[in-house]
T-cell receptor, first 116, second 109 residues
Framework: DGGITQSPKYLFRKEGQNVTLSCEQNLNHDAMYWYRQDPGQGLRLIYYSQIVNDFQKGDIAEGYSVSREKKESFPLTVTSAQKNPTAFYLC???????????????FGQGTRLTVV | DQQVKQNSPSLSVQEGRISILNCDYTNSMFDYFLWYKKYPAEGPTFLISISSIKDKNEDGRFTVFLNKSAKHLSLHIVPSQPGDSAVYFCAARHLYMRFGAGTRLTVKP
């Protein structure tokens, strides 16, 4: 049963702490993405990866870091440098970097991060 | 810099009627447009797409129209059903996808 899995579903973090969000896919997709959703705003791209061991900054990369050591995994670390980390985070994957063309991206269920 | 805009945060229609969701964009480099549907506490799911070289794409009850000169995209749902109630995101691609803020559609029985 192929899909994309994000964990945890809910995450609480104290100010000043780093936290890592997990994203795993078994769709054999090359490309993976991290988006952030805030109330009243669209999904904004944080980082994307076209292939293993490669990733690029999106529109709002400051305060975040990623790694892509395995094709299946694209974890996102929210660092203490991120000023407003409370948000809903969505991970997505597509067949290839150009896989958005004629094919859709598959999204995970999301992780809601709250800073307390 | 919102390059994809959905100016209507919500839309309410009667079951059986047409739902029209609108989307405007500013970047002429966008070459592909998609609509996603999202239920609460779930990730968005793909609904329908259109290439920039076309002006219409139809899939069952869903039709997407593209007006490149006006930089306008619309999604028509006919007939609307209560199960269509969700948030709909418009997305456009140039290097990667950019999303609008979403429109919450409510279909009343």
């Amino acid at each position: 049963d192929g899909g994309i899995t994000q964990s945890p579903k809910y995450l609480f973090r104290k100010e000043g702490q780093n936290v890592t969000l997990s994203c795993e896919q078994n769709l054999n997709h090359d490309a993976m993405y991290w988006y952030r959703q805030d109330p009243g705003q669209g999904l904004r791209l944080i980082y994307y990866s076209q292939i293993v061991n490669d990733f690029q900054k999106g529109d709002i990369a400051e305060g975040y870091s990623v790694s892509r050591e395995k094709k299946e995994s694209f974890p996102l670390t929210v660092t203490s440098a991120q000023k407003n980390p409370t948000a809903f985070y969505l991970c997505a994957s597509s067949i290839s970097w150009t896989g958005f063309v004629n094919t859709e991206a598959f999204f995970g269920q999301g992780t809601r991060l709250t800073v307390v | 810099d919102q390059q994809v805009k959905q100016n209507s945060p919500s839309l309410s229609v009667q079951e059986g009627r047409i739902s029209i969701l609108n989307c405007d964009y500013t970047n002429s480099m966008f070459d592909y447009f998609l609509w996603y549907k999202k239920y609460p506490a779930e990730g968005p799911t793909f609904l329908i797409s259109i290439s920039s070289i076309k002006d219409k794409n139809e899939d069952g009850r869903f039709t997407v129209f593209l007006n490149k000169s006006a930089k306008h995209l619309s999604l028509h749902i006919v007939p609307s059903q209560p199960g269509d109630s969700a948030v709909y995101f418009c997305a456009a691609r140039h290097l990667y996808m950019r999303f609008g803020a979403g429109t919450r559609l409510t279909v009343k029985p």
